[in-house]
Nanobody
Framework: QVQLMESGGGLVRAGGSLRLSCTASGTISSITTMGWYRQAPGKERELVARITAGGNTNYVDFVKGRFTISRDNAANTVYLQMDSLKSEDTAVYYC???????????????WGQGTQVTVSS
């Protein structure tokens, strides 16, 4: 069984920072793309940032220059450093990863349970 466990959410004032972490555990051969998504109340889940195993990143426009995604492949962990937070960043943040359970299997997509980020103005 594969699990993604997020941590690091919380309440912060506008302009502040938070760092989210997500660690994959279980039967894992390799992890290709890892990413962060978010869902605000009444809105659809949306991509925030993604990173490949080789370290290539892409960000959506509304977080460019403020958020930084990184990963530790040896620890099966992805991070999201969030700086200059705004009230509109308030959402549940979800970790996402494409994981191979064996070297012969196709990658399967997994989600974490989500962590709440609340930015007060």
């Amino acid at each position: 069984q594969v699990q993604l466990m997020e941590s690091g959410g919380g309440l912060v004032r506008a302009g502040g920072s938070l760092r989210l972490s997500c660690t994959a555990s279980g039967t894992i051969s390799s992890i290709t793309t890892m990413g962060w998504y978010r869902q605000a109340p009444g809105k659809e889940r949306e991509l925030v940032a993604r990173i490949t195993a080789g370290g290539n990143t892409n960000y959506v426009d509304f977080v460019k220059g403020r958020f930084t995604i990184s990963r530790d492949n040896a620890a099966n962990t992805v991070y999201l450093q969030m700086d200059s937070l705004k009230s509109e960043d308030t959402a549940v943040y979800y970790c996402n990863a494409d994981i191979r359970k064996t070297m012969f299997s196709l990658p399967r997509n997994y989600w974490g349970q989500g962590t709440q980020v609340t930015v007060s103005s």
